[in-house]
DNA sequence: TGGGCTTCCA
DNA sequence: TGGAAGCCCA
């Protein structure tokens, strides 16, 4: 059986609201190293994989690998229920079709139980290669989430290119051009946060063209984290990461566009 | 002639807010007591009864009582032309078809003046017994709404059951099933807060299922107050009622579901 | 910064 | 009619 129990309602509220409108169903995997997730898109373009780490809860009991088919969207309601910062225990057994979410408020005098009907589902398990990439950039996560909302008003398509100096992305359609430079070594948001400071790691300049639409799809995970990781390789999918402190990581995967400026 | 004047044009903003939904158009009768409505809801299905007590009024003057159609829902924009803190004054006469809404900011800076037009409307008044009942529930009024709202998630019914210890609400559809525990004794919301502790007063223990459309529409009286007490019996019309700190109440009844689980 | 409300879109 | 996004308020 799995039993866990995780403090803040609102991580497992807002890592829902990261995944949803991507992934209508998917299989959680539970094990002893905790929960995690992998699934393709619901049009079979982008991957994500989500994990929660056994530390991100106390307690944490896992006695044998389940693996739970669950309706994100239903589960997202569900936890709509809770109150932000109650408690949440998840419990499943490998017998039952259900699995129990139990909320309770920090002083106990409220406490709700929802039962989510589970689903069987086609898991697809991709390996996902541990490539060295040419560039990665860590910025800060609200940034890239503006930059790609602004950029979509130009077109659906953006071009990220990486060098030393610092990150472009840019985009160009009927309205016009448009493009946004962040530089390497500060932060573009704070300028005291270093957390948020926009660091490079280059062996080669990259130049890539990816969907906008999925790029923010993949920044709904903003409000997890206060980075995001972009790993760049040419003809490789661009990994885009999210860590959440002491809880784990969510990761979205997409291919470039090829053949197109 | 009726002529009453309120201090703050919100409280009435409230009401209407609280009524409009339910009702479409309803008689306020107007006697010394102060001014009262009463109506079935447009589905004739559950009851509203509102009590605006004369001394809510300074000054309040009602010579004969008057009956004033008012179409809540023309009468409701109309107040949303006041500043949340204008004084209003009503003013009505027998003789005419309009009723007179005076709002004056309290430095009297602003004074702004609006002529309803009344309407014909049968009333049906229905005697209301004053019954005791099996159960009365007494908890924040936020944490009701909340939970209407929740658990609509799940079906358009709610069981409510009350027991000693606390009370329980529940609903269950196709993505599964739900409940909300609150313990007696304590605020679910603050637990400094003693005004929204919950407190529950009981005969014997019961057990009813109600439509949670109605309840969700009732429950937009949670601006009026804090509290909410909730009165129940077997086979007896719930009685939902906000009490309006120094001016009266909104109390609305709604029939229990039979034959369903 | 978070929550609620309103408006727009599917 | 329900869900999602953006805006406004606390």
């Known amino acids: 059986m799995l039993e866990c129990t995780i403090e803040q309602a609102s991580t497992l509220k807002k890592i829902l609201d990261a995944v949803k409108e991507l992934v209508a169903d998917a299989n959680f995997d539970c094990s002893d190293a905790g929960l995690s997730l992998q699934a393709m898109d619901n049009s079979h373009v982008a991957l994500v994989a989500l994990l929660l780490r056994s530390t991100a809860f106390s307690p944490f009991r896992c006695d044998q690998n389940l693996s739970l088919g669950i309706n994100l969207s239903s589960f997202s309601k569900i936890l709509k229920c809770a109150n932000n910062d109650d408690t949440v225990t998840l419990k499943a057994d490998s017998g039952v079709d259900t699995i129990n979410l139990a909320f309770e408020s920090k002083n106990g005098a409220r406490q709700s139980e929802y039962d989510l009907k589970l689903m069987d589902i086609d898991s697809e398990h991709l390996g996902i290669p541990d490539t060295p990439y040419e560039a990665t950039v860590k910025m800060s996560s609200a940034e890239f989430q503006r930059i790609c909302r602004d950029l979509r008003i130009l077109n659906e398509s953006i071009v990220i290119d ?72 040419n003809d490789v999918p661009l990994l885009v990461e999210y860590a959440v402190n002491e809880v784990g990581y969510i990761r979205y995967y997409l291919a470039p566009k090829i053949g197109e400026d």
Chains 1, 2 share one sequence.
């Open 162 to 233: 990486v060098t030393k100096e610092g990150v472009k992305f840019s985009s160009s359609g009927d309205l016009g051009n448009g493009s946004i430079f962040i530089k390497s070594g500060q932060s573009s948001i704070d300028e005291k946060d270093e957390d948020t400071a926009t660091t490079i790691t280059l062996q080669s300049p990259v130049s890539l063209t990816f969907s906008l639409k999925y790029l923010c799809d993949f920044a709904k995970a903003t409000p997890l984290s206060n980075t995001v990781t972009l790993s760049l390789s």
